[in-house]
């Protein structure tokens, strides 16, 4: 259907706090991979699901965060106790296999504020 | 490990001038490319990408990307830039990597086209 939706698209916390970010991958990928843009910075790899494992968590920078993805569907990405280093855009993307020649599409994003 | 370089954080062109983006990459085997643009707002749109074969890529909106693995450079072109191209630019390169792709991106190139 349509393309990757990501919510909220911005979310504004106070330290400490714990805040869930949620993807909607596009129908029928069974790839789908977390990403971290500080700002000025490349996009970081946090995490790849295929379909609700998670083979490859290597990305995610502390035990705060974690993220789950329910069958080929919903995932959510879950910051605890945030600190104001965790400020960013979160970016999913999904894919039809992750395979290597398949392509990412990218939703627009959450812009993570930690005051 | 793969890794990317962009050098030029920031580029102006005026409207109606080419353009160039350089990408130099990092990766021992034979390397997935990709060009990637961010709007405002907009998540990442895929631009071009490279597997094999010809090694001069057509992608959309009119720009083109030039595999040249001597250099281990794939870097980004485009004849006449509209303003609509001010964005930010990412090159990417891909791996598989335990049996599914896995990403790396440079650190951005931000176009600003001037009338």
């Known amino acids: 259907g349509a393309g990757v939706s990501q919510s909220p698209s911005n979310k504004v916390t106070e330290k400490g706090k714990d805040v869930e970010l949620r993807c909607d991958p596009i129908?029928?990928?069974?790839?789908l991979y977390w990403y971290r843009q500080r700002l000025g910075q490349g996009l970081e790899f946090l995490i790849y699901?295929?379909?609700?494992?998670?083979?490859?968590k290597s990305g995610l920078p502390s035990d705060r965060f974690s993220a789950e993805r329910t069958g080929e569907s919903v995932s959510t990405l879950t910051i605890q106790r945030t600190q104001q280093e965790d400020s960013a855009v979160y970016l999913c993307?999904?894919?039809?296999?992750?395979?290597?020649?398949?392509?990412?599409?990218f939703g627009p994003g959450t812009r993570l504020t930690v005051l | 490990a793969q890794s990317v370089t962009q050098p030029d954080i920031h580029i102006t062109v005026s409207e109606g001038a080419s353009l160039e983006l350089r990408c130099n990459y990092s990766?021992?085997?034979?390397?997935?490319l990709f060009w990637y643009v961010q709007s405002p707002g907009q998540g990442l749109q895929l631009l071009l990408k490279?597997?094999?074969?010809?090694?001069l890529v057509q992608g959309i909106k009119g720009f083109e990307a030039e595999f040249k693995r001597s250099q281990s450079s794939f870097n980004l072109r485009k004849p006449s830039v509209h303003w609509s191209d001010a964005a930010e630019y990412f090159c990417?390169?891909?791996?598989?990597?335990?049996?599914?792709?896995?990403?790396?991106f440079g650190t951005g190139t931000k176009l600003q086209v001037i009338p």
């Open positions: 993307a999904s894919s039809y296999q992750g395979a290597f020649t398949d392509t990412q599409y």
């Open positions: 129908s029928g990928h069974t790839a």
């Open positions: 699901f295929q379909g609700n494992s998670a083979p490859d």
């Open positions: 990766y021992g085997a034979t390397p997935y």
């Open positions: 490279y597997f094999s074969g010809d090694t």
């Open positions: 990417a390169v891909g791996a598989g990597s335990g049996g599914y792709q896995k990403v790396t």
